[in-house]
């Protein structure tokens, strides 16, 4: 689950660092246009009907391109094979959005096919290395045109505003069913997958590839650009639709029909990863400089029945998987809350990372958000996965049909008017100038919001708790002595034995009136 979005992280880093090198230059070198296949009718019902045909016959995994020159095309090398953004598909005209591509390499070896469509006509982009900034000598020189070695896309800022060609792409779509959009604080950070499967589970998680694309133009910039996906692997076939729209942030509204060729231990849908290291939560002594690092730091919940809950996540000492039971979920998603840049003292700008947040469209029916969290000793491994698992078991010859819109943000597109838990953390329980009592730790839990304003001078909120196993004592509540009206915590010790996990539940009330979210946590005790 790491390797694919870190690797992805590290070359859009490379391939802009030397794009801005080569702009001049890129220039003064003969234009080279892209070159299109003969036309033939498309549409998404009829991408479906390829997809269900798909899932009926065995599968059969897309092409690769010489694999002993694409493992020599590392890290630098791909660096160096930038797009020549005069090349770019609507470079001039046609729509308001450019797409550029991305060239296979080692850690993305696999073809995908590239469309673009016009008036129900689809025509194939062809593949040219010339499209590519790259000496003669480059080893990705040695591919053949057949099969092709695009393996990606990138969508550009709008062509009618500042340089287009400067900026960084607002839509990424790399690698197996990855893609990623650019938050509302010009940063990028989590993913999402078209499908996730058996994640967390006994058995080796699956990844299908989205194996073709097909472009549809956005008239003006207010417009969503149009993408239409083939996804394929070993297990299920789908087809899918994403209207993308450039907004403070990135809106994207999706349409997925899956057809599954065998059964499926844990089927996810709308799934997004990300990573979780450490934060204010907990710690291990001196394992790194900086006091946070993660891409999220909690995953958000808005249920059925109204209720909002916000789980912090973990770095936990074995894979854990939580199951949030659901019956047509209003949202969920994996959010960054803290961000505040000097409580992470970082030159990557953690502090920035986009939030996502899936809200499904129709019946969802029953199921449950689950939350897998995997161990991680580094920032360079993706370890955190949330996603929307139908109740009943996903069978061989079954079909789905989702939709959903998937905001990529600073904060939740529809926040709560209840105050919201701002951070978690954990220390040694018992009392201070004493012996701290083994197998006690003491939890304090931060809340803000402006119900917690109006609570009346000498009075004060009580703090709700529970806990599925241990015994709870010196619980208190006060307002935390920052002048920052509205902002309490609740601290309490929580005494137990033996390493299985307790769940644990929080809010607030005053009087008979909720004043918070739901705090949720998962402690492993150690």
Request: glycine share 8%; hydrophobic share 40%.
């Amino acid at each position: 689950m790491s390797l694919t979005r870190r690797h992805f992280m590290q070359l859009t880093l490379a391939a802009s660092a030397f794009s801005a090198l080569r702009v001049a230059g890129a220039e003064s070198e003969p234009r080279v246009r892209l070159a299109l296949g003969a036309p033939g009718p498309f549409s998404f019902d009829a991408l479906k009907s390829m997809a269900r045909e798909r899932a009926s016959r065995d599968y059969v995994p897309p092409p690769q391109p010489d694999p002993e020159i694409v493992k020599q095309i590392d890290y630098d090398a791909h660096g160096k094979l930038t797009y020549r953004k005069e090349a770019a598909l609507w470079a001039d005209s046609g729509s308001a959005y450019p797409v550029t591509f991305q060239h296979v390499g080692m850690f993305f070896p696999k073809t995908v096919r590239m469309h673009v469509v016009e008036k129900g006509q689809a025509r194939e982009i062809a593949y040219d290395p010339r499209l590519f900034n790259a000496g003669p000598d480059h080893v990705a020189r040695g591919l053949k045109p057949e099969p092709s070695a695009f393996a990606g896309f990138w969508v550009q800022e709008r062509r009618d505003g500042p340089d287009w060609k400067k900026l960084e792409p607002w839509v990424t779509f790399l690698g197996a069913s990855y893609f990623r959009a650019i938050g509302a604080l010009g940063q990028v950070g989590l993913s999402a997958r078209g499908i996730a499967i058996a994640p967390g589970t006994s058995n080796p998680e699956e990844f299908p590839d989205f194996t073709a694309f097909w472009f549809e133009g956005a008239a003006k910039a207010s417009d969503p650009l149009i993408v239409y996906a083939l996804l394929d692997g070993p297990s299920l076939a789908g087809a899918y639709r994403f209207a993308l729209h450039r907004t403070k942030g990135v809106m994207m509204e999706i349409q997925a029909a899956l057809y599954l060729r065998k059964d499926v231990d844990r089927l996810g849908i709308a799934p997004l990863t990300s990573m979780y290291w450490f934060s204010e939560t907990s710690k291990p002594t001196a394992v790194d400089w900086r006091p946070e690092v993660h891409d999220s730091d909690g995953l958000a919940i808005w249920n059925g029945v109204g209720e909002h809950i916000w789980r912090p996540l973990n770095n936990p000492p074995h894979i854990s998987v939580s199951s949030f039971q659901d019956r047509t979920p209003r949202g969920f998603g994996l959010l960054q809350r803290d961000r505040v840049l000097d409580h992470y003292h970082d030159g990557v700008r953690y502090h920035l990372r986009p939030s996502a947040w899936v809200e499904p469209r129709g019946d969802w029916g029953a199921g449950a958000i689950q939350l897998t969290e995997i161990p991680t000793d580094d920032e360079i491994h993706d370890n955190i996965v949330a996603m929307w698992v139908p109740a009943e078991p996903a069978k061989a010859g079954q079909s789905y049909d989702f939709a959903y819109k998937l905001h990529w943000l600073a904060d939740e597109p529809y926040p709560s008017p209840l105050a919201r838990c701002v951070a978690t953390r954990l220390g040694n329980g018992g009392q201070p100038g004493k012996p701290r009592p083994k197998g006690v730790r003491k939890f304090m839990i931060e809340f803000l919001g402006k119900p917690l304003e109006k609570i009346p001078f000498g009075e004060k909120p009580e703090p709700v708790i529970t806990v599925s196993r241990g015994e709870l004592s010196r619980v208190e509540i006060e307002a935390v002595p920052d002048d920052v009206p509205g902002h309490w915590r609740t601290h309490f010790d929580l005494a137990v034995s033996g390493p299985e996990p307790v769940e644990m539940r929080c809010f607030l009330r005053f009087k008979d009136q909720v004043m918070s979210e739901t705090w949720l946590f998962q402690y492993h005790p150690f």
